[in-house]
């Protein structure tokens, strides 16, 4: 019986020692407060969904936040960008299929050629005509972003703007 009890013990203890070197989040009100993962604190995000597909693509390609030249979030539940400012180096973006309505940041994102914001809920897309390396923009399932945004912007992008229905 003695026995019995140590070999537990042990198991417990080791297990225990273990699980100190995991690394692991911390998160309060789904706002990460403790992250040790290389790269995690450089940028914080208010968006969770957002947070997470960075961190998630920083582990990935083993690059630092400000190297990433590709992030795709598409069903991440994503509905603020407000640091995407910070992906410096960012040149194609997918962010479709989430529920983002305002994408003002992204006349941050000085690299950017490819935008993916299909089956979001946008209502205006005149900061991608600010974007003067933007080439290519894919914006269908929006049907509430204004007929003469889209029109502006098939000006300059023609055959490499897919949009959908427009209001």
Do not use: H
């Not at 990935?60 to 509905?79: N, R």
């Amino acid at each position: 019986m003695m026995s019995i009890v140590k070999t537990i013990s042990l198991v417990l203890l080791t297990a225990s020692v273990a699980a100190c070197g995991q690394k692991y989040t911390v998160s309060v009100n789904n706002q990460s407060v403790y992250d040790p993962r290389p790269n995690q604190t450089q940028v914080r995000f208010s968006d969770t969904g957002l947070q997470a597909c960075v961190n998630l693509a920083i582990q990935q390609t083993g690059l630092a936040v400000e190297e990433l030249k590709v992030l795709s979030c598409p069903q991440w539940e994503i509905e603020q960008i407000e640091s995407i400012g910070a992906l410096r180096s960012l040149q194609f973006l997918d962010l479709s299929n989430n529920a983002i309505t305002s994408i003002a940041p992204v006349v941050r994102l000085r690299n950017l050629s490819s935008i993916t914001l299909s089956n979001n809920k946008l209502r205006d897309i005149s900061p991608l005509e600010r974007v003067a390396t933007l080439n290519f923009a894919t914006l269908s399932g929006n049907p509430n972003i204004p007929c003469e945004q889209i029109d502006k912007l098939r000006q300059r992008l023609a055959n490499n703007l897919i949009s959908g229905e427009c209001s």
